[in-house]
């Protein structure tokens, strides 16, 4: 087995030797008993060791991959705490990401050089993960722009769950012409002639822009497969370990999760998956329920695949929308029967759930139907449910959820839309979007995430760079020092959290013996960079029980092999995936600085060499030939 060449770790016969060590590193283990460590011995995917090159030296043996970590900084492995994985999974090798790029026009350039190798019938498709506000223009592609670089093959580009674009060839594909009608909560934008011009707002509601996007081809299902398996190592390269799976609108159970079944059956996951089920059909959500509950239970399947719970919907009609570019959105009354009926029977048979709620309105309706039904034994009873988002919840709210048990799961969305959402409510709502500070302190477990890939990018450490400096990927501060946390609780929501939230807090999250073997070798060190560099961090070495799933720069070749990108003409076999950007610089005053003191020791060298008769004892001018007679 091929491993770094390593000196002062001599193989020797042992009857527990490692299947993997880990040396020469930073390590911040997560582990209050010993924080900081050296080296880390794993064995049939679970820490055997954790301490220094003498603790690890008896459990080397002859087929002991040993691997220097060149005094990288290691953390355990990350977990996204709400990812659309299973989706994204499925469509990853078809989609244009634009995620990290930083210019309009290198996205333009981008999409029409995409154009010109995808076949006929194909669509190209740029699928979240971006945001006008990233961009040096700040603004969306226009309709004439999408035609110029496309004339002929279908473009559809969304922005987050706001507006989608389209060309001229997909709004035919779409099928869409002056006599559709717009759905409910959706706006097919017209010109002076009825027609449709390429824009599609979200009205609030996103369902216009999901059902668009279904009308575009699909992959078969070996594809998918492939597709997924490039996606989770996509994951991989910036150090998540695991996921939890917030289901979503048009992912069915139990056919589009018949994908990961198979990888996880064959042993090709590379990434833990915890789901959770969606009910699909409007007015059927309890008959679904009602149905999945005979199937299976939660923590059903094993470390790599299990079931989590329900949600992030349970009933469509108490569900709110996050379109922070339209008014709130004000949900039907009398929606509080059948959410009732869905919560008592999930929580009469032991099944959690997860909701998705943007809104304090949204939270305190459905706290009431909780606190009713706490009357009768079911909160808090044992079962883990959690809302997500939760931009606008107050206080008093807090308050209530950790009286009944719950938990919360909150997501970077602000990083994409928190100029959109000032806009709207003004700089001191912003501020305590969520309210990160307040949850912790009333005890609370709190998971992070990204809510990828369809708002958010999927990339953990633009999170990270989130949580910590709350600051937008437009640079916007949003939130201020008294709302955001430092780094090592940041990272904790993102590991220890986020196996609270599917009950492994015993072997996840840490880096202690007993815990499953996931870390990340990181590309910098997240505790000593400068906070514009966390979002640029990736990682280097990833590990998910013992196997090496991802390795770049000095590791490369130490990772399993994937079969190749297909099809052939996929945007990710050409651009790959995230748009890696470098560090950034000093800022625009300190470079001016920099440039000044240039200057300054320019003309102080003139002066010196002035005095010592080696250049004329006058002051420089400069010559410009567009003032030259």
Same mark, same amino acid.
Request: aromatic letters at 8%.
């Given at each position: 087995?091929?491993t770094m060449?390593? &000196?002062?770790?001599?193989?020797?016969?042992t009857d527990?030797a490692?299947?993997?060590?880990?040396?020469?590193?930073k390590?911040?283990?997560g582990?209050p008993v /010993?924080?900081q460590?050296?080296?880390i011995?794993?064995r049939d995917?679970?820490?055997?060791?954790?301490?220094?090159?003498k603790d690890v030296a008896?459990?080397v043996?002859?087929?002991?991959?040993?691997?220097d970590?060149l005094?990288?900084?290691m953390? *355990?492995g990350?977990?996204?705490?709400?990812?659309h994985?299973?989706?994204g999974?499925?469509?990853?090798?078809?989609e #244009?990401?634009?995620d990290g790029v930083?210019?309009?026009r290198q996205?333009?350039a981008?999409?029409?050089e995409?154009?010109a190798r995808?076949p006929?019938g194909?669509?190209?498709?740029?699928?979240?993960?971006?945001?006008a506000e990233q961009f @040096?223009e700040?603004?969306?592609?226009t309709?004439?722009?999408l035609?110029?670089a496309?004339?002929?093959?279908?473009v559809?580009v969304?922005?987050?769950?706001?507006?989608a674009?389209?060309?001229?060839?997909a709004l035919?594909?779409s099928?869409y012409t002056?006599d559709?009608?717009d759905?409910?909560g959706?706006?097919?934008?017209r010109g002076r002639?009825g027609?449709?011009?390429?824009?599609?707002?979200?009205? *609030?509601?996103?369902?216009?822009?999901?059902?668009?996007? @279904?009308?575009?081809?699909v992959l078969?299902?070996?594809?998918k497969? !492939?597709?997924?398996r490039?996606f989770?190592?996509e994951?991989?390269?910036f150090? #998540?370990?695991?996921?939890i799976?917030?289901?979503g609108g048009?992912?069915?159970?139990?056919?589009?999760y018949?994908?990961?079944?198979e990888?996880?059956?064959?042993?090709?996951?590379?990434?833990?998956i915890a789901?959770? #089920?969606?009910?699909?059909t409007?007015g059927?959500e309890i008959?679904?329920?009602?149905?999945w509950i005979?199937?299976?239970r939660?923590?059903?399947?094993?470390?790599?695949?299990?079931?989590?719970?329900?949600g992030?919907n349970?009933?469509w009609a108490?569900?709110?929308f996050?379109?922070?570019?339209?008014?709130r959105p004000?949900l039907?009354?009398g929606?509080?029967?059948d959410?009732?009926?869905a919560v008592?029977? =999930?929580?009469?048979?032991?099944?959690?759930?997860?909701l998705h709620a943007?809104?304090?309105?949204?939270?305190? /309706?459905?706290l @009431?139907?909780?606190?009713?039904?706490?009357?009768?034994?079911?909160?808090p009873?044992?079962?883990?449910?959690?809302?997500?988002?939760?931009?606008?919840v107050s206080?008093d709210?807090?308050?209530? !959820?950790?009286?009944l048990g719950g938990?919360?799961?909150v997501?970077n /969305? =602000?990083?994409?839309q928190? +100029?959109?959402?000032?806009?709207?409510?003004g700089?001191?709502a912003?501020?305590?979007?969520?309210p990160?500070?307040?949850?912790?302190?009333?005890?609370?477990?709190?998971?992070?995430?990204?809510?990828?890939t369809?708002v958010?990018t999927y990339?953990?450490?633009v999170?990270l760079?989130?949580?910590?400096?709350?600051?937008t990927?437009g640079?916007l501060?949003v939130?201020p020092p008294?709302? /955001?946390?430092?780094r090592r609780t940041?990272?904790?929501?993102?590991?220890e959290?986020?196996a609270?939230?599917?009950g492994e807090e015993g072997v996840?999250?840490?880096?202690?013996?007993g815990?499953?073997?996931d870390l990340?070798?990181?590309?910098?060190?997240?505790?000593a960079v400068?906070e514009?560099?966390?979002a640029?961090?990736?990682s280097?070495?990833?590990v998910?029980?013992?196997? !090496?799933?991802?390795?770049a720069a000095?590791y490369e070749?130490?990772d399993? +092999?994937l079969p190749?990108?297909?099809?052939?003409w996929?945007?990710?076999?050409h651009f790959g995936?995230y748009?890696?950007?470098p560090?950034?610089?000093?800022? &625009?005053?300190r470079?001016?600085e920099l #440039?000044?003191?240039?200057?300054?020791?320019?003309?102080q060298h003139?002066?010196?060499? @002035?005095?010592r008769?080696?250049a *004329?004892?006058?002051?420089?001018t400069v010559?410009?030939p567009c003032f030259?007679?």
């Amino acid at each position: 087995m091929s491993t770094m060449p390593v &000196g002062g770790l001599v193989p020797s016969a042992t009857d527990n030797a490692a299947d993997l060590v880990v040396r020469n590193a930073k390590i911040h283990t997560g582990d209050p008993v /010993r924080p900081q460590a050296e080296a880390i011995a794993v064995r049939d995917g679970v820490i055997t060791v954790v301490g220094d090159d003498k603790d690890v030296a008896p459990h080397v043996g002859p087929a002991t991959r040993v691997v220097d970590a060149l005094g990288r900084r290691m953390v *355990p492995g990350l977990n996204d705490s709400h990812l659309h994985v299973i989706r994204g999974g499925l469509n990853y090798v078809l989609e #244009l990401r634009w995620d990290g790029v930083p210019t309009l026009r290198q996205g333009l350039a981008m999409l029409r050089e995409q154009a010109a190798r995808t076949p006929k019938g194909q669509w190209v498709r740029v699928v979240g993960g971006w945001s006008a506000e990233q961009f @040096a223009e700040r603004r969306l592609p226009t309709v004439a722009e999408l035609n110029a670089a496309a004339p002929d093959t279908p473009v559809f580009v969304l922005h987050l769950y706001q507006s989608a674009v389209l060309n001229r060839a997909a709004l035919k594909a779409s099928g869409y012409t002056r006599d559709t009608p717009d759905p409910k909560g959706g706006q097919i934008v017209r010109g002076r002639d009825g027609e449709p011009t390429g824009m599609l707002l979200a009205a *609030p509601s996103a369902l216009i822009l999901y059902s668009t996007l @279904a009308k575009a081809p699909v992959l078969d299902g070996e594809e998918k497969k !492939i597709s997924t398996r490039h996606f989770l190592r996509e994951l991989n390269r910036f150090g #998540l370990t695991s996921a939890i799976d917030a289901a979503g609108g048009f992912q069915n159970f139990p056919d589009n999760y018949s994908t990961v079944v198979e990888l996880a059956r064959a042993g090709q996951l590379s990434l833990r998956i915890a789901y959770h #089920l969606f009910p699909q059909t409007a007015g059927q959500e309890i008959d679904d329920l009602a149905r999945w509950i005979e199937m299976a239970r939660p923590e059903d399947g094993d470390e790599w695949l299990r079931l989590n719970g329900a949600g992030e919907n349970l009933t469509w009609a108490a569900a709110d929308f996050e379109n922070f570019a339209q008014p709130r959105p004000e949900l039907a009354p009398g929606y509080e029967a059948d959410f009732e009926k869905a919560v008592r029977l =999930l929580m009469e048979n032991g099944w959690g759930f997860r909701l998705h709620a943007t809104y304090d309105d949204t939270i305190r /309706r459905d706290l @009431a139907i909780f606190e009713k039904l706490a009357a009768d034994g079911l909160f808090p009873a044992g079962n883990r449910w959690l809302f997500d988002h939760a931009e606008t919840v107050s206080a008093d709210s807090l308050d209530r !959820i950790a009286a009944l048990g719950g938990a919360m799961s909150v997501q970077n /969305r =602000l990083s994409f839309q928190g +100029e959109a959402f000032v806009r709207r409510y003004g700089p001191g709502a912003a501020a305590d979007a969520p309210p990160i500070r307040a949850m912790l302190e009333r005890g609370l477990t709190v998971g992070a995430g990204t809510d990828a890939t369809r708002v958010s990018t999927y990339n953990p450490w633009v999170a990270l760079h989130w949580l910590v400096t709350g600051r937008t990927v437009g640079d916007l501060v949003v939130r201020p020092p008294h709302n /955001r946390v430092d780094r090592r609780t940041a990272l904790s929501m993102f590991t220890e959290a986020g196996a609270a939230l599917t009950g492994e807090e015993g072997v996840k999250g840490v880096l202690r013996p007993g815990c499953l073997g996931d870390l990340a070798v990181l590309s910098e060190d997240y505790f000593a960079v400068p906070e514009p560099d966390i979002a640029h961090i990736e990682s280097l070495l990833t590990v998910v029980g013992g196997r !090496i799933v991802y390795a770049a720069a000095e590791y490369e070749g130490l990772d399993e +092999e994937l079969p190749p990108v297909s099809p052939e003409w996929s945007p990710v076999a050409h651009f790959g995936g995230y748009r890696a950007t470098p560090r950034i610089g000093p800022s &625009g005053a300190r470079q001016a600085e920099l #440039l000044g003191q240039a200057v300054a020791e320019s003309e102080q060298h003139r002066q010196w060499r @002035a005095r010592r008769g080696l250049a *004329p004892d006058t002051e420089s001018t400069v010559f410009d030939p567009c003032f030259s007679l």
